[in-house]
């Protein structure tokens, strides 16, 4: 941990000389496998015994309760290296050191999203596989954590594609997808999306009519199904091949855009492009990676991709439409293992998340085309990827899990 916090104080970049298995290779390379073939619908299509029917997942039996789920948080202690004048309440961006217990017991990372104002929600899948999730609205918290029901085998993901609106998607227990929508006050039931799904899925929507959601299949390709309000609704499975070697990442700059993005089996980062109303071929982008990738698209047509690498620093890489991808950048600092590093984009910035080896967070900023000095301790004590969002316009909060299940806000 000391060479780390060295790495920190100093403007400096510096790093220990890696050895060969974990050196970060920024080409990208060719493969023999034909990531832009499908290789059919293998068993992901295929009727299964033992699936949940809705009945079950939307109202499953008497599940074992933990004990006191809605305890009152324990304070968090603020990062011994501030003071007090760093902690300004003034301000409308996560502030290091200021950590809130919002209690829960969770399994994975959280899932925070915004439809707008000052409204948030953030999701979880707790120890007993439901989902759960709470409220913040024009001040305050609503005071406990809402119970969805489900039978979660995954973290959700959650989107919004207009005001009052959420689509929460999850892997069941039984292995299929699952979804479930809030509209204009209500929630809808549960829904089984089919499929035989291997990690939690992605989300994004470039409209109000429009959801896209992805996952990736026991024999590593990707599917995708979207909803589409002018042709009726949900959409049947498309295969969009590929070999992922974990959750796929999909994000919109805005109509008729998607990319999605993958660590592929080959360790390095993969993409795929909707634009013109057609899916472009997947397209290797090099790197070695140690986790799923993570992704913030702008509505310029501007693409930023964050990885983390097999030597445990943070790497970088720019698509700008019109002139493709830039090369790998180094961004430094010392990311836990096997723990993702997430993004968030406002106005004209960027700021970047990632866990150390002490479960802190820690970020890094893009303003006025450059990048600050070093990674800022925000402190805390996160087991989980961290999970950032904007929301207010341009206020950002940092979600995290606890290794007690807890849910963990920066704000």
Request: proline share 5%.
């Amino acid at each position: 941990m000391k060479s780390f916090i060295l790495l920190l104080a100093s403007t400096a970049l510096v790093t220990t000389a890696p050895s060969e298995h974990h050196v970060f290779r920024p080409e990208p390379r060719s493969t023999h496998l034909d990531w832009n073939k499908p290789r059919g619908d293998g068993n992901f299509l295929a009727k299964r015994s033992g699936l949940h029917s809705e009945s079950f997942f939307n109202n499953p039996p008497m599940r074992r309760r933990d004990a006191n789920p809605f305890a009152e948080p324990e304070p968090e202690p603020a990062a011994s290296a501030l003071s007090n004048d760093t902690v300004s309440f003034l301000s409308t961006r996560a502030t290091a050191g200021r950590w809130d217990n919002l209690a829960g017991s969770g399994m994975w990372h959280p899932a925070p999203i915004s439809w707008g104002g000052k409204r948030q929600d953030v999701y979880y899948a707790s120890k007993d596989r439901a989902c759960k999730y709470k409220t913040y609205d024009n001040g305050g918290w609503s005071p406990d954590w809402y119970d969805l029901g489900g039978s979660l085998d995954s973290a959700p993901a959650a989107c919004s594609r207009k005001e009052k609106n959420v689509h929460v998607f999850c892997k069941g227990t039984d292995g299929q997808g699952w979804h479930r929508s809030y509209d204009n006050g209500a929630w809808g039931n549960w829904q089984a999306m089919g499929g035989n799904v291997k990690h939690y899925p992605s989300t994004c929507s470039w409209g109000g009519g429009h959801v896209d959601a992805y996952y990736s299949s026991y024999d590593n390709q990707c599917w995708h199904r979207k909803y589409d309000e002018g042709k009726g609704g949900w959409q049947g499975w498309e295969n969009l091949g590929g070999y992922l070697d974990g959750p796929p990442k999909s994000v919109t700059w805005g109509s008729g855009h998607t990319s999605v993005f993958c660590k592929g089996n080959d360790g390095q980062a993969w993409h795929k492009k909707y634009e013109n109303n057609a899916w472009g071929d997947w397209e290797p982008l090099g790197g070695t990676l140690d986790a799923e990738p993570a992704a913030a698209a702008w509505d310029n047509g501007r693409v930023d991709l964050f990885v983390k690498g097999t030597d445990g620093a943070c790497w970088h890489k720019t698509y700008k439409k019109g002139g493709g991808w830039g090369g790998w950048a180094n961004l430094g600092g010392k990311v836990k293992k096997g723990k993702a590093p997430d993004v968030v984009i406002y106005l004209t910035k960027i700021e970047v998340y990632i866990v150390g080896d002490d479960n802190a967070v820690y970020r890094r900023k893009y303003e006025n085309n450059q990048w600050s000095s070093g990674w800022e301790n925000m402190g805390g004590n996160v087991d989980t990827k961290p999970a950032p969002i904007v929301w207010d316009y341009d206020k950002v909060d940092i979600y995290g899990g606890h290794s007690d299940g807890s849910c963990r806000r920066c704000y």
